[in-house]
């Protein structure tokens, strides 16, 4: 079994999920006095999503450092960024692993160790990997974060919009006769009561502790 430690060697210039432009479209806003704060909503849905997913969208070079923290040989090990768009390096206790030598599936990350043809495991007490992972996001012409995750955050961010005119102390209340209403509050969003349209949007791309 192996614990691992990762570092953001380039970082990504926007973590944002969704562009300024798209949302104000979808609001039928055209005035740009609000720019700032419509942008401070990006932010802050997309920081949600991503937390909420446990994971970083968009696309950075790391490097990630896997330490073996017991004598059992491991059949895998699984990178923490994904998809993984390329490997750089590979090591095994300061020694390159030759391509050849191991297979990666991008999607989820996961890297085997090879010997020949056949699979092998992994005995080395340190593996560093140097890579590429993430997805290129809205803004871009390159882009290919997955529709889904932009239209979440999009949504989310419509919602923290509307409710910037409620009182931000409310977050429930009853009116006789009519019913109840919960609030999201921003800077105070509890995933566990998002509306299902939203969370089902993104379940498929939450990043699973193993």
């Known amino acids: 079994m192996y614990s691992s430690l990762i570092t953001v060697v380039t970082p990504a210039t926007t973590k944002s999920l969704t562009t300024r432009d798209r949302v104000k479209s979808e609001l039928g806003v ?10 401070a909503l990006i932010a802050d849905s997309s920081r949600i999503i991503s937390s909420y ?16 923290g017991s004598w059992r040989p491991a059949e895998s090990i699984i990178l923490s960024r994904f998809p993984c768009t390329s490997i750089a390096s590979l090591t095994e206790d300061g020694v ?9 599936d991008p999607e989820t990350g996961i890297i085997r160790r090879l010997s020949g043809d056949s699979l092998s495991c992994w ?33 989310l961010t419509k919602l923290m919009y509307f409710s910037r005119s409620r009182d931000p102390l409310v977050k429930e209340e009853t009116i006789d ?5 919960s609030y ?18 993104i379940e498929p791309y939450r990043r699973i502790a193993v």
Not at 30 to 39: E, H, K, L, V
Not at 96 to 104: I, M, R
Not at 123 to 152: C, F, H, Q, W
């Open 53 to 68: 997913c446990d994971r970083v969208f968009a696309q950075e070079v790391v490097s990630e450092v896997f330490r073996r």
């Open 96 to 104: 390159a692993v030759a391509g050849s030598n191991w297979e990666a």
């Open 30 to 39: 055209t005035s740009n006095s609000d720019n700032a704060g419509i942008d």
């Open 184 to 201: 999201y509050v921003r800077g105070a969003m509890d995933m566990s009561i998002m509306p299902v349209e939203i969370t089902s949007l």
């Open 123 to 155: 005995t080395a007490s340190k593996i560093i990997v140097a890579y590429t992972a993430g997805y290129v996001l809205p803004g871009n012409p390159s882009r290919d974060l997955p529709e889904d995750i932009e239209r979440a955050c999009l949504m």
């Open 177 to 181: 006769g009519v019913g109840s209403a």
